[in-house]
């Protein structure tokens, strides 16, 4: 049987069209499936690695708490020590003497002062007094505010040298290196403590030892700052540059705080001066003016106790005064 040509096109084209529907109808159900299979699996590796990423940040915040914990414990540890010994007060004034030689030297001013004593014809209680405090008291407050002092101009440098670290890390040299640049070209007493830092580094103590030592040496809340930045970043990773930015900017603020706070305690302290030299000027225009009026307090035992009792009385209202102007940041 003969079939028409027409009919052999139209049956290839309705096969044709059968074979393309049904190929669209399974392939696009297979891209789709692959499609939502693929998008299933990103999105659980979207989620893996944030459910990954948040328990490093959970460790690592575990691992900072821990960190400060200890540097806190270690800080009690050393309050609880109590007051510091001649030769720790020493090391802080950046004296470079032994405690037989600062001895020495208070056995001197002892001396000095007894001569003074006698010399103006004290009464014998009054020249002890005086050897008294040459020996003890006139040399330990020489070495506590030369201690003061020193500490004041290490802080005002230290931020520079927190400087010149982040600017060393960020060029991508070691911290060793930026310590050792600090310890040659920085200012006293900053260059002296680095120093010693780099020095306890070579000869085999760790960064967080090296740091302990220099916060004994230099017991001022910036060396307990910087030490732990350092420690952290050492114990758990981190951008340093940016940590150190950021505690360089701190201790800038609060110096210029400490500014702001010195000028506005400025007349406060002032008249507490004027208060204080006061009396003294006053005693001494009258004995100018009419030697014979203040001589009872001067000769007769009343008028000494009278004395006695008034200093005390003045040195208490000068430390409450002083202590009500100063304020800590």
């Not at 007060?89 to 600062?102: C, V």
């Not at 101009?153 to 911290?175: H, M, Q, T, Y």
Request: with cysteine; proline share 3%.
């Amino acid at each position: 049987m003969d079939i028409e040509p027409r009919t052999l096109i139209l049956v290839a084209g309705v096969i044709i069209a059968v074979l393309g529907v049904g190929f669209a109808l399974t392939g696009g159900k297979g891209e789709k499936a692959a499609k939502r299979a693929k998008s299933l699996s990103g999105n659980a590796r979207v989620a893996k690695a944030k459910t990954d990423s948040q328990s490093q940040q959970k460790d690592r915040r575990k691992h900072v708490q821990d960190s400060l914990k200890k540097i806190e414990e270690k800080q009690k540890e050393l309050k609880k020590k109590g007051k510091l010994s001649l030769d720790q007060q020493l090391e802080q004034a950046g004296f470079d003497i032994t405690i037989r030689d600062f001895y020495m030297v208070s056995g001197i001013v002892a001396l000095i002062m007894i001569g003074i004593g006698i010399i103006s014809g004290q009464s014998p209680m009054i020249i002890g007094a005086m050897g008294v405090v040459g020996m003890f008291g006139l040399p330990r407050w020489f070495v506590g505010r030369a201690k003061k002092k020193r500490q004041k101009k290490f802080v005002a440098e230290f931020s520079n040298s927190i400087d010149v670290i982040v600017r060393g890390v960020k060029s991508g040299l070691p911290v060793n290196e930026c310590l050792k640049i600090i310890a040659r070209d920085a200012q006293s007493p900053v260059k002296e403590e680095f120093h010693l830092l780099v020095e306890g580094q070579r000869i085999g103590l760790s960064l967080e030892q090296s740091l302990d030592r220099m916060y004994t040496r230099m017991p001022v809340n910036e060396v307990n700052f910087f030490a732990i930045v350092l420690i952290i970043q050492q114990q758990t990773g981190g951008n340093l540059a940016d940590a150190l930015g950021n505690l360089s900017t701190v201790l800038r603020s609060r110096k210029s705080m400490l500014g702001k706070i010195a000028a506005l305690s400025m007349e406060a302290k002032a008249s507490a001066a004027i208060l204080a030299a006061m009396p003294f000027f006053v005693s001494g225009m009258v004995s100018m003016s009419a030697p014979d009026y203040l001589e009872p307090l001067l000769v007769t035992q009343t008028g000494q106790f009278m004395l006695m009792a008034a200093g005390v009385w003045m040195s208490i209202g000068i430390f409450v005064m002083k202590n009500m102007i100063s304020i800590k940041v």
